[in-house]
């Protein structure tokens, strides 16, 4: 009887040196915490774009504020990117609440950056009944922050495709008793966040069918209905452009071949404490006959994991899809730290953890990266008062937003048609082979659609440029000197060569900025020194 007595005092004496590790983790997550607020509170505002895209995906949300159509044939005001609409529809009613584009969708973002924080660190204490794994769960994921390029306040669609997927696989275990029909919903939001989901939420719904099969099968069935319809309803609605768009395109796309291993060998390297706590997580529940809970936070990281690795194999997968696994990895590391065998080397993985996101962070380039220079406010003040000061629409197919904000019009971004030049037969290289742009009979290969999409662009720019629509053209001299031989049709006249007396649009004289590189973005393409083309008169 005394020895039972004493047992709990003993137990508790062995342990406080673990309950410390809990508290130093506390200690790094309000760090982590503080560290975001602070780079948040500088960037949110920011009236310009931090990523070369922000002002496109601005201006789609423009598009569904005014009641124009996201998903249509591709023209030189708008080519749409191969982006579901969730977050453009969110941006749109924003602005019609009187928020600035790039504003809306930065904080569409950051809300749902919080909002995931807060669905680990409660995933992680439902789980484990501990507040500290918790509270140090949250910390993890706001301090991957650095590590993945500073994406999680930009106006992109990524962390509201993360905290949708994360909320459907939560709902999915530990929802209310029709949580199955909830989590079919919330599985349809996040295909309309991101096309990912198709990727992420198959991988949970094969780890539902180990914990409950009957509840897995339901959620199954009403994904298949819902998402079914979601996807219908927008086909139906832009007579098939937005399946084009979304589902057709990105078949064309090429692939990093790199990056079938160094995904594996060098992106995951900084969240290598997290693997390692996670399949040492998943040993120690099968060993403690947890087997269902085991197999279905395998489902989910293993799901998160795939979604970031074919994602990163795509072109133009950069470093924020790591944040589809990384999530996923925040959520199974802090579970596996609790339990009885890893009680010390739990702690000390996650403790490893901090300290790897945090040297991946400071390793990044900084003066590229975090906050943007006095000299890249100025270069984009120039640039709208110069746009502002022009008769008619401006095209800027490397800046967008900036014509919108000033009355000018919109004009398809660099990338959107990029991307559907993927559709051109490939060289040797890889690239898309520029001469199907002037022998049609190269696009025979393709599809109906696809050759529309083609023909359609290349005909309604000529056009327009042959009419000196657009009042001025800003191209930049560095990243998109191919816009003047891609639309050369109609910026050209009858002896080909542009900036002569036969040309429809003329090169001006002069730098458009007073410093021309200060306008690149801190993130993404290098673009800078833009330049204009007139109208000849």
């Given at each position: 009887m005394l020895?039972?007595l004493?047992?709990?005092?003993?137990?508790?004496?062995?342990?406080?040196p673990?309950?410390?590790?809990?508290?130093?983790?506390?200690?790094?997550?309000?760090?982590?915490?503080?560290?975001?607020?602070?780079?948040?509170?500088?960037?949110?505002?920011?009236?310009?774009?931090?990523?070369?895209?922000?002002?496109?995906?601005?201006?789609?949300?423009?598009r569904?504020?005014?009641?124009?159509?996201?998903?249509?044939?591709?023209?030189?005001?708008?080519?749409?990117f191969?982006?579901?609409?969730?977050?453009?529809?969110l941006?749109?009613?924003?602005?019609?609440?009187?928020?600035?584009?790039?504003?809306?969708?930065?904080?569409?973002?950051?809300?749902?950056?919080?909002?995931t924080?807060?669905?680990?660190?409660?995933?992680?204490?439902?789980?484990?009944?501990?507040?500290?794994p918790?509270?140090?769960?949250?910390?993890?994921?706001?301090?991957?922050?650095?590590?993945?390029?500073?994406?999680?306040?930009?106006?992109?669609?990524?962390?509201?495709f993360?905290f949708?997927?994360?909320?459907?696989a939560?709902?999915?275990r530990?929802?209310?008793?029709?949580?199955?029909?909830?989590?079919?919903?919330?599985?349809?939001?996040?295909?309309?966040?991101?096309?990912?989901?198709?990727?992420?939420?198959?991988?949970?719904?094969?780890?539902a069918l180990?914990?409950?099969?009957r509840?897995a099968?339901?959620?199954?069935?009403?994904?298949?209905?819902?998402?079914?319809?979601?996807?219908?309803?927008?086909?139906?609605?832009?007579?098939?452009?937005?399946?084009?768009?979304?589902?057709?395109?990105?078949?064309?796309?090429?692939?990093?071949a790199?990056?079938?291993?160094?995904?594996?060998?060098e992106?995951?390297?900084?969240?290598?404490p997290?693997?390692?706590?996670?399949?040492?997580?998943?040993?120690?529940?099968?060993?403690?006959?947890e087997?269902?809970t085991?197999l279905?936070?395998?489902?989910?990281?293993?799901?998160?994991?795939?979604a970031?690795?074919?994602?990163?194999?795509?072109?133009?997968?950069?470093?924020n899809?790591?944040?589809?696994?990384f999530?996923?990895?925040?959520?199974l590391?802090?579970?596996?730290?609790?339990?009885?065998?890893?009680?010390?080397?739990?702690?000390?993985?996650?403790?490893?953890?901090?300290?790897?996101?945090?040297f991946?962070?400071?390793?990044?380039?900084?003066?590229?990266?975090?906050?943007?220079?006095?000299?890249?406010?100025?270069?984009?003040?120039?640039?709208?008062?110069?746009?502002a000061?022009?008769?008619?629409?401006?095209?800027?197919?490397?800046?967008?937003?900036i014509s919108?904000?000033?009355?000018?019009?919109?004009g398809a971004?660099?990338?959107a048609?990029?991307?559907?030049?993927?559709?051109?037969p490939?060289?040797?290289?890889?690239?898309?082979?520029?001469?199907?742009?002037?022998?049609?009979?190269?696009?025979?290969?393709?599809?109906?659609?696809?050759q529309?999409?083609i023909?359609g662009?290349l005909?309604r720019?000529?056009?327009m440029?042959s009419?000196?629509?657009?009042?001025?053209?800003?191209?930049?001299?560095?990243?998109?000197?191919?816009?003047?031989?891609?639309?050369?049709?109609?910026?050209?006249?009858?002896?080909?060569?542009?900036?002569?007396?036969?040309?429809?649009?003329?090169?001006?004289?002069?730098?458009?900025?007073?410093?021309?590189?200060?306008?690149?973005?801190?993130?993404?393409f290098?673009?800078?020194?833009?330049?204009?083309l007139?109208?000849?008169?």
């Amino acid at each position: 009887m005394l020895a039972r007595l004493h047992m709990p005092t003993d137990s508790r004496r062995t342990e406080d040196p673990a309950r410390a590790l809990w508290w130093l983790l506390l200690l790094l997550a309000l760090a982590a915490l503080g560290a975001f607020a602070w780079a948040v509170a500088q960037r949110l505002p920011y009236p310009h774009e931090l990523e070369w895209m922000e002002g496109a995906l601005a201006d789609h949300a423009w598009r569904v504020a005014n009641g124009l159509p996201l998903y249509a044939p591709p023209g030189p005001e708008h080519v749409p990117f191969l982006y579901a609409p969730l977050l453009f529809w969110l941006g749109g009613l924003g602005i019609t609440m009187g928020l600035d584009g790039i504003f809306a969708l930065r904080l569409v973002s950051i809300l749902c950056t919080i909002a995931t924080a807060m669905l680990v660190g409660h995933w992680v204490r439902t789980e484990t009944r501990r507040f500290l794994p918790g509270f140090a769960a949250s910390g993890l994921w706001l301090a991957g922050y650095g590590w993945l390029a500073w994406w999680y306040d930009l106006a992109r669609n990524d962390t509201l495709f993360v905290f949708l997927c994360l909320l459907t696989a939560f709902t999915l275990r530990h929802g209310p008793r029709l949580r199955w029909l909830l989590a079919a919903a919330l599985a349809t939001l996040a295909l309309l966040a991101k096309q990912s989901a198709l990727m992420w939420l198959p991988a949970v719904g094969i780890g539902a069918l180990c914990v409950d099969w009957r509840t897995a099968l339901r959620f199954g069935v009403a994904c298949i209905a819902m998402m079914g319809t979601a996807i219908g309803l927008l086909h139906l609605g832009s007579d098939g452009w937005s399946t084009f768009y979304l589902f057709a395109m990105p078949r064309h796309h090429g692939w990093v071949a790199d990056r079938r291993l160094g995904f594996w060998t060098e992106d995951m390297l900084p969240m290598l404490p997290l693997l390692g706590l996670g399949l040492l997580g998943f040993v120690a529940q099968w060993r403690a006959g947890e087997r269902a809970t085991a197999l279905y936070l395998a489902a989910l990281g293993s799901g998160g994991l795939c979604a970031s690795w074919l994602s990163r194999l795509h072109v133009g997968g950069f470093d924020n899809v790591m944040m589809y696994g990384f999530a996923a990895a925040c959520v199974l590391g802090p579970i596996a730290a609790c339990s009885r065998p890893l009680r010390w080397l739990g702690p000390l993985l996650l403790f490893a953890q901090f300290g790897w996101l945090a040297f991946a962070a400071a390793a990044r380039q900084p003066e590229r990266t975090l906050l943007p220079s006095a000299a890249h406010r100025q270069a984009h003040d120039e640039l709208k008062v110069y746009v502002a000061a022009q008769p008619g629409p401006v095209w800027i197919p490397a800046h967008g937003h900036i014509s919108t904000r000033a009355g000018k019009g919109t004009g398809a971004h660099g990338q959107a048609i990029f991307d559907l030049l993927q559709l051109l037969p490939k060289q040797p290289d890889g690239m898309f082979d520029p001469t199907a742009l002037l022998d049609r009979s190269k696009l025979a290969h393709l599809g109906e659609r696809e050759q529309q999409a083609i023909t359609g662009l290349l005909d309604r720019t000529a056009a327009m440029l042959s009419a000196q629509h657009f009042a001025a053209i800003v191209v930049d001299e560095t990243g998109t000197h191919a816009f003047t031989f891609v639309f050369a049709m109609g910026l050209v006249g009858a002896d080909g060569q542009l900036g002569t007396a036969d040309d429809s649009y003329l090169r001006a004289p002069g730098p458009v900025l007073s410093e021309p590189a200060a306008i690149r973005p801190l993130l993404g393409f290098d673009v800078h020194s833009p330049y204009a083309l007139l109208p000849r008169r």
